[in-house]
Structure formats: structure tokens, C-alpha cells
């Protein structure tokens, strides 16, 4: 069997002695969409940031970052990069959609020269160069190439989200990172940015790792599906029998959470799970999920929680999904349990690269999210 594109292996995230991300192994195959979905709060987009070292100074990194370019190159070890090696991978091997479009974009530059400067500064193009491939990329996320002199505020949500897009794609990468694409865009936009992201997965046969709060969303999109709790995947399987079927209370509350429109049954008794994400200063000991789950046992607060098999391609940290009973996390050991390829019970601080202060920042890099426009509205450029 072939190397997959993407190999992270024990990626733990911490600020001082707080886990954010605790031991997360992912692998994604070239072509492949994972879904990686969970709470705010759950280490989803400081997960992402991790895969390009794009974490401020203040949280801590561990673990091992692989890509094996899909021609047979030398392995990018992205752990052991130095910032300017990391010049060489970001845009050319792996990039990132950054949540919250409006935020993301620099407000002051027009929005061909943002995606100009990536070209130039990481696939050493020349500047004449860069501008021919900027309205070529305007095109192949379906606008105008003419909208390159637009500033971002002169564009709707959608058109800046189909912008960063094209940005994420300036320098032809293997692997996309998908950080909330579709946040607070209406469903119209929603659909056609989905649509756009799967299409040009299918033509440039890209690995993308697509990550949201919304479960539906990635049971259409993604084949394989991975759900975040708390700084831990607690779940994984085909993105099909997850959603349909959730092996683990917490991805069931997530499922649920997916109004069904037109069921007076849906409407009149509404589904939803009380409390918060653990702080990550205060875990619970054995199953960090114990104190809000609604099938809770007397052994969870004192098992070792890992991936058990559960199911056909399938694993879930649940006491549920075992014949026997789970081993125990020893005397004193709060919260010191281990999640199988995942490792112990990490937690995750404010979504995105936020330490755990309390002083939460929007999920990833974006700030607030961009306002709700029609994928056609804004003004033409000057």
C-alpha cells in the first residue's frame, strides 16, 4: 500500500501546562475528504493551524507532521521546518481556507493583489506572472476576472469566500484545509461554496480536510468523518454510518442537533445537549464527556476511555461499544486516560489558536464573522 498524503502522529498542542490538543492522530490519502466536526471549543481549528505551524508563539507543539508528495518526492517532515522552511510548504503543499472571510482578507489591499503576493512570495512566481494566474483563479472559482481590482468589502460573503478559495489554490497544493467555509453565509451560498469546494476536489484530485460544527454537512461531503470532544476524537468511521448511526452519545447529540424540516415531532420537542466543553484547567477525570452525557454510567468517570472497534471501519471512545468492562484510570489520575491513537484526555481551549485564558477569539485565524450576503450582491469595482 502507498503512502497516504498526510500522516499526523501524537499532535498535542499546550499552553503552559493546559492541553488544547492532546495526541491526535489523523491520515488523509490524496483524493481523500475527512470531516473533522465537534462543539466550539473542542481544538477543531487548532488542529489546523497546527498542520501548517501557523500557532502563535505562546502554545506549545509536539508530535509528527508528514506529507508524502503524491510524485514520489522526499517526505516534508512539517514538524521539524524551521518558519522559513515552512515558506517552501505553506501554499505549495498545504493550505488553509480561513473561516470568517471578511476578517481574513486585508481590508485595505484589492483582493488580486492578496492572491498575487502568495504566488510570488511562495511559488517564486514573477509579479506579471502572478497577475495572469489571479484572473485565472478568479475564473475557476466562478467570478469575473475582472473582480481582482475590488477591495473585499466591495464583494459579497460569498464572492469573498469563493476569494479565499482561490487563494488557497494559488500555488496548486495537495492538501486544502477547509476551516469552517460556510460560516455565516446564507444556505443558498452555503450550497454553491460546498459544491465548488467538491468540484475542485474531483478535478485536481485534492485531499481535503473539511471542518465544521455541522454533521450533515460533512455526511454530504466527506467519506470519512472524525468527531472532536473535548481536544480528542472520540469517533470515527465512513462519514454514512456515523451520521446515521453514532457509536458515541456525543456524535448523536451532534446529529441530532440537525433540525428536520416539516417533523411536527422535531418541532415540538427539539433536541439539544445542556452544559459546555470542559475547561481545559478543570477536566473531568475518566471520560471527559461523563458529566453532560445523557447514557452516562457509574464506570465513566473512572474509565480509560480510548477508541474501541465499533463497528466496520468504525471506532468510538464510549464504554458502550465494549463486550467487557474498560480498564480504569489509576488513583489520582484525573483525566489522565488514553484514547487509543488519540492519546490522553486533552481539552480544547477557545476554538482557533486562543490560549485558554478565558479571553476566547473566534474558531482559526478569522476575527468576527463576515455579514450575510447574497453570492451576487456588491458593488463592481471602480
Known sequence: MSAPLLEVSGLTV????????DGVDLTLARGEALGLAGESGCGKSTTALSLMRLLPPALEQEGTIALHPPDGGETINIDRRTERGMQLVRWRHVSLVFQGAMNSL????RVGDQIAEAIVLHATGKRTRA???VGELLELVGMPARRARDYPHQLSGGQRQRVLIALALACDPRLLVADEPTTALDVMVQTQVLRLLRDLQATFGLAVLFITHDLSTLAAVCRRLAVMYAGRIVEDGPSGDVFAAPAHPYTRALAAAFPVIGDPAFRMNPS??????PDPRDLPSGCPF??????VRPVCSRAAVE??????????ACVRVLDGEPPLVAAGAAGAGTLGAVGPDGAAGPDGAAVPDGAAGPDGAAGPDAAVDSDDAGPPAP
Do not use: K, S
Open 307 to 316: 477508541l474501541w472497534p465499533a463497528g466496520r471501519g468504525r471506532q468510538a
Open 290 to 295: 461523563h458529566p453532560r452525557c445523557p447514557d
Open 14 to 21: 499546550r499552553h503552559r501546562r493546559d492541553l488544547i490538543v
Open 272 to 277: 439539544g445537549l445542556a452544559g459546555d466543553p
Open 106 to 109: 486585508d481590508p485595505v489591499q
Open 131 to 133: 497577475a495572469t494566474r
